[in-house]
């Protein structure tokens, strides 16, 4: 896990826990800030089973805020919604729920295990400043959700990319996924837009990384202390 992800899941961590206290009714406003890459890329959906997709769309992650004045309510989100459009400009309201979605494309057990999976296996060395990292994680998140054959380039969900490295990172992050054994990694949390027709805003997902069981506290703490003692016996 790199280090400036570390400091972001931790800041997500933080975030997303003043999002469940300050929540009402599973309801909260989300203000979109702008994007985490400093070189955002687009990509063009050519083939979805959504027949209101966008076509030529940025693909990155979204900086969301619920209070637009408070940098520490900030947390990472990603589209899982190519229906709709990301609402900016403005607070937007969304229900924080456990059974996504119920006024979009998705989300079965089995699409929803495919997403889970690829933040298990790709997301702790992810870098979400990077555009050709960014576009190929979000690209990669749609064809967990929208197609079933761990491919960006085939079946029933497809892009292309005028720059190649996306596409080929996207297909990374999905083969890893794919191939995922590993436990579960992250704790994803949804949002649902509220809005009804032309009012809707894109449906999002952010992740928290599962915290460690208390035993594994005890034993870092525990290391931690050896370390420091070790160091203080150097000194004296």
Not at 59 to 76: S, V
């Amino acid at each position: 896990m790199t280090c400036q992800f570390k400091a972001r899941a931790l800041a997500g961590a933080v975030a997303l826990s003043l999002v469940a206290a300050g929540a009402s009714a599973g309801t909260v406003d989300l203000t979109y800030m702008g994007t985490t890459a400093t070189n955002p890329k687009t990509v063009k959906i050519t083939n979805s089973p959504v027949d209101e997709a966008a076509t030529h769309v940025y693909a990155h992650g979204f900086r969301m805020r619920t209070d637009a004045a408070d940098p520490l309510t900030e947390f990472l989100a990603w589209c899982l919604d190519i229906a709709s459009l990301l609402g900016t400009g403005s607070a937007f309201d969304y229900n924080i729920t456990d059974t996504p979605f119920s006024n979009s494309f998705g989300l079965d057990p089995l699409q929803l295990g495919r997403v889970q999976a690829m933040f298990d296996a790709n997301y702790g060395g992810l870098d979400d400043t990077d555009g050709v990292e960014a576009a190929g994680f979000q690209v990669a998140l749609w064809d967990a959700l929208y197609d079933d054959d761990w491919n960006a380039t085939t079946g029933d969900f497809t892009v292309t990319a005028s720059d190649a490295d996306v596409i080929a990172q996207a297909n990374s992050y999905l083969t890893t996924a794919q191939s995922h054994g590993g436990g579960k990694a992250f704790n994803l949390t949804f949002y649902e837009s509220t809005g009804e027709g032309a009012a809707k805003k894109q449906n999002l997902v952010s992740v928290a990384p599962v915290p460690l069981p208390a035993a594994g506290l005890l034993l870092l703490g525990g290391l931690g202390g050896l370390v420091a003692l070790r160091r203080r016996k150097r000194t004296l």
